[in-house]
């Protein structure tokens, strides 16, 4: 099933999929793209030797009727953000240590496929409104994060395959999108060349974003990522392939950033979570791929692993207008099409587990806010639904907001932020084009954003601010006061910056719900910045349009925006662009030199990257006075595998450390942004002699567990139902009914040797990839989590690092069954019910009595289920490293993008 392409001058070795489905019976034809991608890769992987089984491939054949089969495989490369992937290049470093402790050889630890390392989530909006704004919160950026940067220094020579893009090169999805994805890869192996299909896992949840130019990847914790580049098949189960069939036209006024909020607010309520979602139907062809990039990027926000356009005429115009050599244009063409893997306007509509439609032509303006990218809103509910939520309680989703106190300029509902940032939208030329029309017409009408309004430009890529300077519209932006600030995340991940400080002063000393809008993907409590409550996310244009008006609470289809010098209102429709004035300016951005021209110059900050001295050699040495780069201690702590009949009996007994509802995020159980003086982390920091100036994120001290330990559920918007009424990291130590820090009760409970269980309801651990969510819980010493449903990502990362997701009975969860929290757990069959599916009974014993019931461990694959016996990825990893059977790269100069 091994057939050779003719291409050019070379031949070709590829796992011929039509002749894998003819063997078995099946026509090709008939199988979701996503599902072809996975076929190839057991098909190719099964020919290089790899232990990939005969009865994979038949489940993956068969795949509807084997939902949730273990699949072996293997990644082409993985890309990760600084703020996962120094943390995964530290566990290697101890993991090196470990090794090497242990009389082991070294050099078994390194990466084994290629690797991508993107700086880009440690930029502060630390300056802004001025000229020089970029180039200040740079300088800032290094001095900040010296430390962490030379250690990614020593990584880069440390580990081969490694590339570490410094910081101003942009964000990571967008850089992978515009430069790094090869989408169809060559390899050398001893047989000859070989092309096959791109596939990349990253270290963060938004890598779908590379979905819109073919290429099938999506994202993971970095404690996955750590084992997959360290060469070990990659476990993932046969999904549910759900087919979603767009159809109609993105009317105007409506952008696509508009119709990615109704997507996802429609794959929401359809449940694709945990689902391969793949986009088909009339209107896919007429998308470009910025487009597309903008709806698959927002696949963590419906819930899916990946949102897959397949290979076609879209993704080779954009490989060539993004500067793509013409031979690897031209290679993505000929594999895809010999192979199967490109799509024609005239395709057979594969056979999906279930078909969503969505019309297009439905779509209108719209937000979603105030905390969930999925809770979309037209413009002309905003203002209504904002009022409603003010006086309501906190439980109902409102803000139990009193009436302002005193006097002064600013009110309920005032903004106190605007970002134009994000990968999610920055990709995308025609809402960045359409952000810097509407400030072109409100510069000529003499308009200004109110002063209180913090603005910010923060673009994915330098190619953005070169077309909007070529088509004249940077300088309307920058005298909007959205004057460029960097090139990263920022906001978005949270690294808002501090407000105006009028602004801050006003909303703590009145009790102001303030709101912020953003051209993010994500808004939930907490995130963006800890003064303001409400977070909307929409649009670039939107954004501008709202720091105009300078509050939330406008209906921007009927009321003035803003009043020009002359006294004349201004409305939406006078600064709204025309698709005519969009399209004249799409030239200038579409242009394959302004992609040639940044990718082949330097980043911003590759000057200050190159004068930062870092160590040399295969061992990092240690700073033991350092607060920043602590060596990890899950390597130290690895031992022998104690078992699930270890971990039955240490949950005996267990309490509950914390309580919560639905849609716990990562952020609430991790924070990434500034790091409070009166947290148990700021309180750690002081004590060391840290002054709060210097404090940094939880982000930047990723690199300290001592740190994340005490950040976890420590989020300043986290409700922990054990105490209602409260928000922040705060508990309940039982059985005394101690009010205290959720870290000093871990610590307590650890010190008694009582193990503990997190009670949750639906979609524990939505949003970011964020392992720490899963290393800090372990740390607590949290053996189980206990909830009604999980995202995906969070529970694969719990399970690698030997927590324990169970899940209720359907139709059942902690409230329904009369659970406080106060009770202790107990449970009978859990070895049983981890390996073989059965259900787990628990006994909770409280002050009023017994309460029985069932659970289903959330350990889907054979490999979890041995990972659970090991205890973690961690002490599997180092048994495998000190076993090697090969220590040969998976890769070489060929299958480097």
């Given at each position: 099933?091994i057939?050779?392409l003719?291409?050019?001058s ?30 190839e ?10 232990p ?25 490369r993985?890309?990760?953000p600084?703020?996962s ?13 470990a090794v ?5 050889d070294v ?9 991508d ?33 030379r ?22 999805h967008?850089?992978n ?18 092309a096959h299909?791109d ?19 999506w ?13 070990q098949?990659?476990?993932f ?7 979603v069939?767009?159809h ?27 689902c ?44 060539r ?20 893997l490109?799509?024609?306007a ?6 999906y587990?279930q ?32 009022r ?10 409102g ?8 006097a002064?300029t ?7 932020l ?5 990968c999610t ?8 084009l ?21 603005r910010?430009?923060?673009?994915g ?53 303030a ?14 910045h ?23 609470d ?9 009043t020009d ?9 006078d ?31 590759g ?9 040399t ?8 006075q350092?607060h920043?780069?602590v ?12 078992g ?8 005996q007994?267990?309490r ?40 940094n ?8 567990h ?12 986290i409700?922990?139902?054990?105490v ?12 005394g ?11 307590a409970y ?5 193990a ?5 309801g ?43 997701p ?15 929290g ?6 009978q ?10 259900p787990?009974t628990?006994?909770?014993v ?16 054979q490999?979890e ?7 973690g990825?961690?002490?599997s ?21």
């Amino acid at each position: 099933m091994i057939r050779t392409l003719s291409f050019r001058s070379a031949t070709l070795h590829i796992a011929d999929l039509a002749a894998v489905a003819q063997a078995a019976g099946k026509r090709l034809v008939d199988y979701p793209y996503v599902v072809r991608v996975l076929l190839e890769n057991l098909a190719r992987n099964r020919a290089w030797g790899r232990p990939v089984a005969e009865g994979d491939l038949r489940a993956l054949l068969d795949w509807q009727d084997h939902i949730g089969a273990d699949l072996p495989l293997h990644v082409a490369r993985v890309i990760l953000p600084d703020s996962s992937g120094l943390p995964a290049l530290q566990d290697l470093a101890a993991l090196r240590d470990a090794v090497a402790a242990r009389g082991g050889d070294v050099s078994t630890v390194d990466a084994r496929v290629p690797v991508d390392l993107i700086v880009d989530h440690s930029l502060q909006v630390d300056h802004w409104g001025g000229s020089d704004a970029a180039e200040r919160n740079l300088a800032r950026e290094f001095q900040r994060n010296a430390e962490r940067y030379r250690f990614l220094k020593w990584a880069q020579q440390a580990y081969a395959g490694l590339r570490v893009f410094p910081p101003g090169t942009g964000i990571i999805h967008q850089v992978n999108l515009e430069h790094i994805a090869p989408v169809v890869c060559r390899a050398e192996r001893p047989d000859g060349t070989w092309a096959h299909p791109d596939f990349v896992i990253g270290g963060d949840s938004h890598t779908p974003m590379v979905n819109a130019l073919g290429v099938l990847g999506w994202g993971v914790g970095g404690i996955d990522a750590e084992a997959a580049l360290l060469g070990q098949a990659y476990t993932f189960p046969v999904p549910r392939v759900v087919g979603v069939r767009l159809h109609g036209r993105i009317p105007p006024p409506a952008l696509t950033t508009d119709a990615a909020l109704l997507i996802t607010e429609t794959l929401r309520r359809a449940g694709v979570t945990a689902c391969a979602v793949e986009f088909f139907g009339p209107a896919v062809a007429g998308l470009t791929v910025p487009e597309r990039a903008t709806i698959a990027n927002m696949a963590p926000e419906y819930g899916a692993t990946c949102g897959y356009f397949p290979i076609d005429d879209q993704t080779l115009s954009y490989l060539r207008a993004t500067g793509r050599p013409e031979e690897q244009v031209a290679l993505v063409e000929a594999y895809a099409r010999a192979n199967h893997l490109f799509r024609d306007a005239d395709a057979a509509v594969p056979a999906y587990s279930q078909v969503v439609e969505i019309d297009l032509d439905t779509v209108l303006p719209a937000m979603a806010g105030p905390r969930r990218p999925q809770d979309r809103l037209p413009l002309s509910r905003i203002a209504e639904d904002f009022r409603a939520r003010l006086p309501r309680a906190l439980a109902d989703g409102g803000f139990a907001a009193a009436p302002a106190s005193g006097a002064g300029t600013m009110d309920h509902g005032s903004l106190a932020l605007a970002a134009i940032t994000s990968c999610t939208n920055t990709s995308n030329p025609v809402v960045m084009l359409a952000a810097g029309i509407v400030a072109r017409k409100a510069v000529a009408r003499g308009l200004q954003p109110p002063a209180w309004v913090k603005r910010s430009l923060a673009p994915g890529s330098r190619t953005v601010t070169r077309y909007l300077e070529e088509a004249g519209l940077l300088a309307p932006l920058a005298a909007l006061g959205f004057h460029l600030i960097g090139y990263g995340c920022t906001t978005c991940g949270g690294k808002s910056g501090p407000l105006v400080p009028e602004a801050a002063r006003e909303i703590e000393q009145r009790g102001l719900v303030a709101a912020a809008v953003l051209s993010g993907n994500r808004n939930f409590e907490g995130r963006i910045h800890k003064l303001i409550r409400a977070n909307y996310i929409g649009a670039p244009p939107l954004v501008v349009l709202y720091a105009l008006a300078g509050r939330i609470d406008v209906d921007l289809t009927r009321d003035p925006i803003a009043t020009d010098p002359a006294g004349v209102p201004v409305y939406l429709r006078d600064l709204w662009p025309t698709p005519e004035e969009i399209a004249q300016a799409m030239p200038v951005a579409t242009r394959r030199e302004i992609f040639v021209d940044t990718y082949e110059a330097r980043a911003a900050g590759g000057s200050l990257w190159d004068t930062l001295e870092a160590p040399t050699g295969p061992l990092f040495p240690w700073d033991r006075q350092s607060h920043y780069l602590v060596e990890p201690p899950f390597f130290r702590q690895a031992g022998a595998a104690k078992g699930l009949d270890q971990l039955e009996r240490e949950l005996q007994g267990a309490r509950v450390l914390a309580a919560f509802g639905d849609s716990l995020t990562t952020d609430h159980i991790s924070p990434g942004g500034e790091i409070p003086a009166d947290t148990p982390a700021g309180r750690y920091l002081t004590q060391a002699g840290v002054a709060p100036a210097d404090f940094n994120t939880y982000v930047a001290r990723r690199g300290n567990h001592e740190i994340m330990a005490r950040a976890t559920f420590a989020n300043i918007r986290i409700k922990n139902l054990l105490v209602p009424g409260t928000e922040g990291g705060v508990t309940i130590h039982f059985p005394g009914h101690t009010p205290c820090t959720i870290f000093d009760a871990a610590r307590a409970y650890r010190q008694d040797g009582i193990a503990t269980l997190i009670l949750a309801g639906k979609e524990y651990g939505t949003g970011s990839s964020r392992d720490w969510a899963a290393k800090g819980s372990a740390l607590l010493g949290v053996k189980a989590v206990l909830a009604e449903s999980f995202e995906r990502i969070h529970r694969a990362n719990l399970v690698g690092m030997g927590v324990l997701p169970l899940s209720f009975l359907p139709g059942q969860g902690w409230r329904q069954l009369g659970l406080t929290g106060a009770e202790s757990f107990s449970f009978q069959g859990l070895a049983r019910g981890v390996m073989d599916g059965t259900p787990i009974t628990v006994e909770a014993v409280g002050p009023d009595g017994i309460i029985r019931f069932q659970a289903q461990a959330q350990v889907l694959t054979q490999a979890e289920r041995q990972l659970m016996q090991d205890g973690g990825i961690p002490a599997s990893v180092l048994r495998a490293c000190l076993a090697p059977k090969d220590t040969t790269p998976d890769f070489n100069e060929e299958t480097q993008p």
